[in-house]
Nanobody, 121 residues
């Protein structure tokens, strides 16, 4: 079982930046995918960005050019650098881990507890 702990959320003004981190613990080896999803009030959870252990990525169209996902496999940590934030980016952001190569959206795998990101206008 993999445990995930997110950090880095908070309140920021529109146009600002935040960096989220997600540290994984447990059995992680071989090909895997880590990423970020978000859930805004009244909306379904959606994929934001995911990255495989080999470096392949997938981004939601709404964040392309503004968000960057990266990971440090030695630290078992994935990051989400968010820039040019907009009020519509306000949501709870969740980290996800899957022990396979999968760049599409999923409800499967291990999930963190979530971290709130609030962007004020």
């Amino acid at each position: 079982q993999v445990q995930l702990v997110e950090s880095g959320g908070g309140l920021v003004q529109a146009g600002g930046s935040l960096r989220l981190s997600c540290a994984a613990s447990g059995s992680i080896f071989g090909v895997n995918t880590m990423g970020w999803y978000r859930e805004a009030p009244g909306k379904q959870r959606e994929l934001v960005a995911v990255m495989t252990s080999g470096g392949s990525t997938n981004y939601a169209d709404s964040v392309k050019g503004r968000f960057t996902i990266s990971r440090d496999n030695t630290k078992k940590t994935v990051y989400l650098q968010m820039s040019s934030l907009k009020p519509e980016d306000t949501a709870v952001y969740y980290c996800n881990f899957r022990p396979i190569w999968h760049l599409g959206a999923t409800k499967e795998g291990s999930w963190g507890q979530g971290t709130q990101v609030t962007v004020s206008s």
